[in-house]
């Protein structure tokens, strides 16, 4: 019987996908697997039975992803699987800022329990006349599953979108509408854009890349959404493009203390609700522990963000599943080509290697330097 630890609530369509095989534990030192959003993992000591962690969710900040690389315990994400929830959110923060939607209402509902509300309404409504989003151009930073899904939503609508990604591949190029202009540089986005919305993952490189230098380059009164992480703000320099009125609105899904103690009424923050549809949860727990499951019982390792990318299919013998630093990698695969084994397959990712075999009923002895976890899989 495997078992499968969860934390936060998980969707139960996405639970009810484990079999009879499993069964769900509340010490996570007894699991197999661990499911999770959003729970920060950080200080958590792993046991030596975890083999995997589905995150339902696309990233993985929360999670300790280089130590579990170290202990041989592959992390998923479901990429992909909250797009569409985000991408709605996204285009109506758009909608929020550009007619003045938040403002509005707070004003409607000082009127409450007042004479003539009507004519109150009509009196003050023209405080609140903003534009409209047809006919604007909107910059799209990082064209994944979720900054393609918003250009061609804002397509659709009647915008032009301008896109940009530091990682672009010829089979992503190939998604994309053809609508979309494609520059390889931000600095051919920043001054063209009335709106620019931000949709790449936080880490190293991208931590406070909307910066001063960034903000000098955009449009007077851009309209700025980030839908994505507030680490990719330089909250001083965010603050002083929106009060000298480089930026018009900031919309984010992630806010911090700076932002919300600024008080800034420019500032439109929503409590992370991107992923927050009833849609998105079921769908990234879905495929978390579908993921999870798979590694599980069969080995195979698919979106997994400290691990590559490698799967034999479904199992139908015993199958071996070696994690090695990628400097140990020849020697396993020396090994294993001993065996004479006839389905094997293999892949690296940066420091780590993976090599899934189907044994047969053959044995291996993989005592050597730099093995980090073997499994049989029976």
């Given at each position: ?13 996405g639970?009810n996908?484990l079999t ?6 509340e010490?996570?030192?007894e699991a ?8 920060d993992?950080?200080?958590?000591e792993?046991s030596?039975n ?5 995150r339902a ?8 992803v280089?130590?579990c690389a170290e ?10 699987a909250?797009a ?9 923060g758009?909608?929020?800022a ?13 009127l409450?329990?007042s004479e ?10 023209g ?6 989003i047809?006919?604007?151009t909107l910059?799209?930073?990082g064209?994944?599953?979720i900054?393609?899904l918003?250009a ?5 609508l009647g ?7 530091a ?14 202009t494609v520059?390889d540089d931000?600095a051919?986005?920043?001054?063209e854009?009335?709106?620019i919305?931000?949709?790449v993952?936080?880490n190293d490189?991208t931590?406070?890349?909307?910066n001063a230098e960034a903000?000098?380059q955009?449009?007077d ?7 994505a ?7 001083d320099?965010?603050?002083a493009?929106?009060e000298?009125?480089k930026?018009?609105k900031?919309v ?14 420019g500032?439109?923050v929503?409590p992370?609700?991107g ?7 079921d769908?990234c ?5 579908s993921?999870v499951m798979?590694y ?5 390792i698919?979106?997994?963000v400290n691990m590559p ?5 479904k199992?139908?013998c015993?199958r071996?599943?070696?994690i090695?630093k990628?400097?140990a ?11 004479e084994l006839t389905n094997?397959a293999?892949g ?8 899934l075999?189907?044994?047969?009923d ?5 005592k ?6 073997v499994?049989?899989i029976e």
């Amino acid at each position: 019987m495997f078992k499968i630890g969860t934390f936060n609530k998980i969707s139960p369509v996405g639970l009810n996908k484990l079999t009879d095989a499993y069964a769900l534990v509340e010490n996570p030192d007894e699991a197999h697997g661990i499911i999770l959003r959003s729970y920060d993992m950080h200080e958590m000591e792993f046991s030596d039975n975890l083999l995997a962690i589905g995150r339902a969710g696309a990233g993985t900040n929360n999670v300790p992803v280089d130590r579990c690389a170290e202990q041989g315990i592959v992390v998923f994400n479901a990429p992909g699987a909250n797009a569409n929830a985000v991408k709605e959110l996204c285009i109506c923060g758009m909608i929020l800022a550009a007619r003045n939607v938040p403002e509005g209402y707070t004003w409607a509902k000082t009127l409450k329990g007042s004479e003539g509300v009507g004519k109150q309404i009509e009196k003050g409504k023209g405080q609140f006349a903003g534009t409209e989003i047809m006919g604007k151009t909107l910059g799209v930073i990082g064209l994944g599953a979720i900054g393609r899904l918003v250009a061609d939503a804002a397509i659709g609508l009647g915008m032009t979108v301008i896109g940009y990604d530091a990682f672009l591949t010829d089979a992503v190029r190939d998604m994309l509408n053809p609508e979309i202009t494609v520059v390889d540089d931000l600095a051919k986005l920043y001054p063209e854009c009335d709106y620019i919305s931000i949709h790449v993952p936080a880490n190293d490189a991208t931590k406070g890349m909307m910066n001063a230098e960034a903000f000098a380059q955009m449009k007077d009164g851009v309209m700025f959404m980030n839908f994505a992480r507030d680490k990719l703000m330089n909250d001083d320099d965010l603050l002083a493009a929106l009060e000298s009125g480089k930026v018009a609105k900031y919309v984010t899904d992630f806010a911090d203390d700076a932002v919300l103690n600024a008080d800034h009424p420019g500032i439109i923050v929503l409590p992370h609700l991107g992923a927050s549809s009833e849609e998105a949860e079921d769908n990234c727990a879905s495929m978390a522990v579908s993921q999870v499951m798979d590694y599980i019982e069969n080995g195979n390792i698919i979106n997994s963000v400290n691990m590559p990318r490698v799967s034999l299919g479904k199992k139908t013998c015993p199958r071996l599943s070696v994690i090695c630093k990628a400097n140990a990698a020849a020697d396993v695969l020396a090994k294993v080509a001993e065996l004479e084994l006839t389905n094997v397959a293999s892949g690296t990712r940066g420091e780590y290697s993976y090599i899934l075999a189907d044994l047969g009923d053959k044995k291996a002895d993989l005592k050597i330097a730099g093995v980090i976890k073997v499994r049989v899989i029976e």
